[in-house]
Each structure stands twice: as structure tokens, then as C-alpha cells.
């Protein structure tokens, strides 16, 4: 194998990745008001995805809390969105869920396994009968009615949130924070035996991974005019975001956002074809997913690289 074939390897992500980012931000310009809302929503996926695979992919703990964080974007837009520009809302959308998340981190990331799965889903459902009871109590409403923006906000808006995602999962996965989290993930007794402080670790990295759950929840709920506890706090997005991210395989940060590309787009065919059968199709997806495919389209696509490889190799 010549030295300039690897570096050409080396060059293909990133290259593909400024490509596609550019023409995202372009997209504005040339696409129709159908074409948008798509791929605004697509957007919104890709963000709920990849924040789940930020903390989740390396550490091995499965968090079904991303709609509580979500949750918490649409109704600061509600609350909010009238006295305060959108982007300001965007931000305090996502501060307010870090605030959260480190809260629920510092008390809950000691669990393990199957409990904090189970706590992560409880933490979705009381908030949503929290709110919901403060709603009828206090306001005497069931639910809010957003400020409507205009889609090439929404649109703009969400795209650089998921630029910023993008960027920051880079930074993580090729810092020593990253390395870090790889320990904890493969034995987090060693980790904490050579001195890494894997409580503090992990509520922060899962604070982080709130913030763009938030934001992207801040966006959407001006699209959607009225919001309720039982739209804004849906465990459909906890269960979508991790399955979106199974499906594309989170040993690599492209595997989340293939997912999430492919399941949101199918959705959108779906919901209009079977409204009433999608989420069972969804199920048996992610089945053949974990039986067939453990590392995701991304795991197939490297094992089929490597055969390609070997096979050229062979014949040189």
C-alpha cells in the first residue's frame, strides 16, 4: 500500500464532511418550504442521536432521558419565546438542560446497568406529570401555546446547533477527556484506579450532551404552536435517539447521523403509508439491528472496507 493512499483515507472524512456541511448551510437558498421542514427535521434527529451517543457510545451507560432535556427546550420556548429573541431562548433552552442533567447526573450516574436505564425513563415521565399537574393547578391550562418563527430561522438555527454538536463531539473523542471516557466504558474500576474521577467524568460529559437535546427542543416548539407535557416530554424521542444511533453504529460519530438520516426519512413515509404500524417496523428494525448488525450500518461498512482492502492486497 503506497504512502499517499493513506493519507487520501485519511483526507475522505473530513473532506465529505466540509462537503455535506456545505451544502447544509446553502440548502436554504435552492430548497423548496417542503424540502426544509424535511430536513430541518432530519436535523433535529441527527442532534437527538448523536448527544445520546456522545455520553452514551463510550461510557456504555444507556440513557432514555433525552426527551426529559427535549422536553425542556420546547416548554422554555413556550414560556420564553415571547419576551426573548429565539437564540437567546435557544441558549437557555440548552443551559437550563445541562442545569438539569448535572443534577441528575451527580445523584443517578453511580447506578449501573438496567437501573439507570429505568431512572432515566422514570426521570422522562415525572417531569411530564409534574408539569402537567402545575399546569391544571397553577395556570388552569392543560398546555402553551409557542410564538411561531418562520422555517429558514428554525432551519438556520438547527443547522448550527448541529455544526456546534459536531464540533464538540471532534474535540471529546480526540481529547484525553475522550480517552477517558473509553476507560470508563471498557472497565470503569480500572479507570477510577489510575485516577480518573469517573463521577465527575461522567455527570459532566452527560450534562453536555443535555445541552444540545434543549437547544434542539427550543428550535422545533416554534414550529409545532401549541405544546403540552404529553407532546414536549414523548419517551418516543428517548427510544427514537437510541434507536437512530444503534441502527448506524456508535463506534463511530458518522453512525449516529447515518441513523438518524435514514430512520428520519422513513418516518416521514411511514407516518403517511402506516400510521398506525411505523413504530412496530421501527421494532423489528432495531431487533435484526442488535441480532444481525451489533455495530450498525457504520460496523458493516468497515468489515466490508476491510474485505475490499484485503482482497487488493491479495491481487498486489
Known sequence: MKPGNVNLR??????????????LAAFPLYASAYGLILVTDI???????????????????????????????????????????LPLVVFLGGL???????????LTLRLRGIYFAMFTFGLVELIKHFWLWYEIRFTGTRGRFVV???????????????????????LIRRSRWGLALRSVG??????????????ILKTITFAISAIFMGAAGSVIATRWTYVDP????????????????????????????????????????????????YMLIFGV?????????????IGLVMKLRKRMAGGQDALA
Open 10 to 23: 485519511k483526507l475522505w472524512g473530513p473532506g465529505l464532511t466540509f462537503v455535506v456541511l456545505a451544502l
Open 43 to 85: 436535523l433535529m434527529f441527527v442532534i437527538l442521536a448523536l448527544s445520546w451517543a456522545l455520553f452514551s457510545a463510550p461510557t456504555g451507560y444507556v440513557s432514555l432521558a433525552p426527551a426529559a432535556f427535549f422536553g425542556v427546550g420546547i416548554y422554555t420556548s413556550a414560556i420564553l419565546g415571547k419576551q426573548l429573541p
Open 96 to 106: 437550563i438542560s445541562f442545569c438539569l442533567a448535572l443534577l441528575v447526573g451527580a
Open 148 to 170: 411561531v418563527v418562520d422555517q429558514k430561522t428554525i432551519y438556520i438555527i438547527m443547522f448550527v446547533t448541529f455544526v456546534l454538536l459536531l464540533g464538540t463531539t471532534y
Open 186 to 199: 471498557e472497565c470503569e474500576e480500572a479507570a477510577a484506579h489510575i485516577g480518573v474521577n469517573v463521577n
Open 230 to 277: 404529553y407532546i414536549a416530554f414523548n419517551p418516543l424521542y428517548s427510544f427514537m435517539a437510541v434507536l437512530m444511533a444503534i441502527f448506524g453504529g456508535i463506534s463511530n460519530p458518522y453512525g449516529p447521523i447515518l441513523g438518524a438520516v435514514i430512520f428520519a426519512y422513513l418516518e416521514e413515509i411511514l407516518l403517511t403509508r402506516f400510521p398506525y404500524y
Open 285 to 297: 428494525v432495531l431487533i435484526i439491528t442488535v441480532l444481525y448488525l451489533p455495530e450498525g450500518l
